[in-house]
């Protein structure tokens, strides 16, 4: 079975731009979360959503949006980029949101 | 104060050796996990507990709810545990409050 997959795997973009990240969690995971981890730091919590609803969300602007599919893949988007957004993106997927998470490889995004 | 505290920050031991990293959190929480993230940050999880101890091969991580405290520990240590070990608990708003990490390495 195919795990937490995302994409792109590297994105650079400049400041004021948009972006859009995917994820697709494992079969069968109805829940999906993000997380930003800028370097050298630990993962922050962006947004966690369980069949289709926004279930939990971080401490980020409302330039951070997201939303989740029918078939449980996930968007996370990012408006009005700024060189602090520049970091690893996490999307981590699980049957309910409250078991085990299983991460996706990430999506590294450099703003300019 | 951070709500998760992982200690020490930093670990450099010998091949073999028995190792144990600490996590202490200070909010109500309704599992811990312990993850691993290897540069390039690729990150499993190894563990979620709510209660006791579970092992998985050279693997233990033990919680104690009413302290607040989790511990891992690693048996028989080889230079291919040499990684980023994080702990992170679930609160009530299903959120994953992560440690700030320990970077271990073992020299072979």
């Known amino acids: 079975d195919a795990g937490v997959t995302q994409s792109p795997t590297h994105l650079i973009k400049t400041r004021g731009q948009h972006v859009t990240l995917r994820c697709s969690p494992i079969?069968?995971?109805?829940?999906v979360s993000w997380y930003q981890q800028v370097l050298g730091q630990g993962p922050q919590f962006i947004f966690q959503y369980y069949e289709k609803e926004e279930r939990g969300r971080g401490n980020f602007p409302d330039r951070f949006s997201a939303r989740q599919f029918p078939n449980y893949s996930s968007e996370l988007n990012v408006n009005a980029l700024l060189l602090g957004d520049s970091a690893l993106y996490l999307c981590?997927?699980?049957?309910?949101?409250?078991?085990?998470?299983?991460f996706g490889p990430g999506t590294r995004l450099t703003v300019l | 104060k951070n709500e998760v505290e992982q200690s020490p920050q930093n670990l450099t031991a010998q091949e073999g050796e028995f190792i144990t990293i600490n996590c202490s959190y200070s909010v109500g929480i309704s599992a811990l996990h312990w993850l691993q993230q290897h540069p390039g940050g690729g990150i499993v999880s190894l563990f979620m507990l709510s209660s006791g101890k579970k092992k998985h091969g050279r693997l233990i991580a033990t919680i104690n709810i009413q302290e607040k405290h989790s511990s891992l520990h690693i048996t028989a240590s080889h230079p291919r545990d040499s990684a980023v070990y994080i702990c992170?608990?679930?609160?009530?708003?299903?959120?994953?409050?992560w440690g700030a990490g320990t970077k271990l390495i073992i020299k072979p």
């Open positions: 079969s069968g995971h109805k829940s």
């Open positions: 992170a608990v679930i609160d009530s708003n299903y959120q994953l409050i």
């Open positions: 981590a997927s699980s049957l309910q949101g409250t078991d085990t998470q299983y």
